[in-house]
């Protein structure tokens, strides 16, 4: 028998869910439901009370679960999702259906991933996080707790996003028209800021802490304040860092 029929046969016993149809090379505890065409790759460590292909809200809406059981409802609607190798998945998570996760990606506890994110090897996304619809998230970024990120928001490589940042992507809510913000590869964005839908920030830029981004940032520079202007260059804030980092503690 297969692999993946066995853990299928086994797993009720042990308060789980996994699809008939889902592949899993890596380990589950109990209390977790894998639906659909899931895939779990090798080394993967899926915790107690996670989801994994939660089927998207079109299909929950004309789903009829009368007389059925619901999770072998829920199984058959799922598309599954793609989680790889080496990656680990804490407590309470959910991750929808048509997501792709790459390696080494590591998820806080209660992080919400809707369908159509795709997630970059090496990525850490921290507990309380929401990835609320498509979004697109490059090559070891580290998405600290309670980071919102609507729909259309992408993110490019080894970028960082400090706790509560806020990403919007409607400039009339609600309206009709959603735009995306882009992040660019190697930027910071400081606790608690606030980004406008439809602006970028630049390659190797910083957004200070509580800063509200209206407009674009350019490549290389640091803005804070309500709006956001330009505060200093990246090189003043490396050369700023690496002093804060050297002193000694007891001087600061």
């Known amino acids: 028998m297969p692999r993946k029929q066995l853990y299928y046969y086994r797993l009720p016993k042990r308060g789980m869910f996994v699809s008939r149809r889902a592949t899993v090379k890596g380990y589950l505890c109990h209390g977790c439901y894998v639906l659909g065409n899931s895939y779990v790759g090798d080394g993967t460590f899926i915790d107690t009370n996670v989801t994994i292909g939660y089927p998207s809200r079109g299909k929950l809406i004309k789903a009829d679960f009368k007389g059925q059981q619901v999770l072998e409802v829920l199984d058959e609607l799922s598309n599954g999702a793609k989680i790889g190798e080496g990656c680990i998945v804490r407590r309470g998570t959910v991750i929808y259906e048509d997501v792709e996760i790459g390696r080494g990606v590591e998820t806080g506890h209660n992080v919400l991933v809707r369908s159509g994110s795709r997630i970059g090897d090496g990525c850490i996304i921290g507990t309380g996080a929401q990835l609320d619809g498509s979004v697109k998230i490059g090559k070891n970024v ?22 509560y940042v806020k990403v919007t992507n409607d400039l009339y809510p609600p309206s009709k028209k959603l735009i995306g913000v882009r992040i660019e590869d ?24 509580g800063a509200v981004v209206t407009r674009d940032v350019l490549p290389g520079v640091v803005v804070k304040g309500v ?15 690496s002093d804060y980092e050297n002193k000694d503690p007891k001087y600061l």
């Open 142 to 163: 580290r998405v600290e707790s309670m980071v919102y990120l609507p729909h259309l928001t992408e993110i490019g490589d080894d970028v960082f996003l400090g706790p």
């Open 186 to 209: 190697g930027a910071s964005i400081g606790c608690g800021a606030i980004l406008l839908a439809g602006i970028r920030v630049g390659k190797g830029s910083v957004v200070a802490a």
């Open 227 to 241: 709006p956001a202007r330009i505060h200093t260059t990246k090189d003043e804030f490396l050369t700023k860092k």
